[in-house]
């Protein structure tokens, strides 16, 4: 089984999938810019601004169906850049193929843990990150982590149960 973790920048997406896999045999996470960087031969924001928006989440689709198609694996954790979801409407209608867990914090958390030499302000980070658009995306998510507390541990637990809960994981088995 597939699980894409979605999210704002800075939401922890491939904190979670690296500490969610090392703790379930036959688990595996995939960092999608990285996966794509190293396909492509390019950075992923060289990538967004050449492709532009509808092509670049297309292009991030045909990277998450090959690590399916190729991976031999029971469980692909995949953190999927906020960038996919740059054209909403291409992401929804490849999103919906997969399992995906959004992970939402308060936008001013999200923000602080955020690189301001690429931001600015918060208004500006809320309207890159948190537009209407890019929330209806993080909205259709099957499943919804709060991160807002900061516990990473916390935040583990509730993926875990929710994993045993969609039966991606076994409970006796891992």
């Not at 090959?66 to 999927?80: F, S």
């Not at 045993?164 to 994981?169: L, P």
Request: charged share 20%; proline share 1%.
């Amino acid at each position: 089984m597939i699980v894409l973790l979605i999210g704002p920048h800075r939401s922890g997406k491939t904190t979670l999938a690296k500490a969610i896999a090392g703790q379930i045999s036959g688990a595996k996470h995939f960092d999608l810019d990285e996966v794509m960087a190293d396909a492509e031969g390019s950075d992923i924001m060289t990538l967004c601004r050449a492709l532009g928006d509808t092509q670049f989440s297309l292009l991030c689709r045909k990277h998450v169906d090959q690590i399916r198609q190729t991976a031999e694996l029971d469980l692909g954790l995949i953190a999927v850049g906020a960038g996919a979801f740059l054209d909403a409407s291409t992401a929804l209608s490849w999103l919906s193929h997969y399992h995906a867990v959004a992970l939402m914090a308060d936008p001013e958390q999200l923000y602080n843990r955020a690189d301001k030499n690429e931001f600015g302000t918060f208004d500006h980070y809320v309207t890159n990150q948190l537009s209407d658009e890019r929330m209806s995306v993080y909205k259709s998510a099957c499943f919804t982590v709060n991160v807002s507390s900061g516990n990473q541990q916390e935040s583990e637990r509730t993926l875990l149960r929710h994993l045993i809960d969609i039966k991606a994981v076994d409970v006796n088995g891992g």
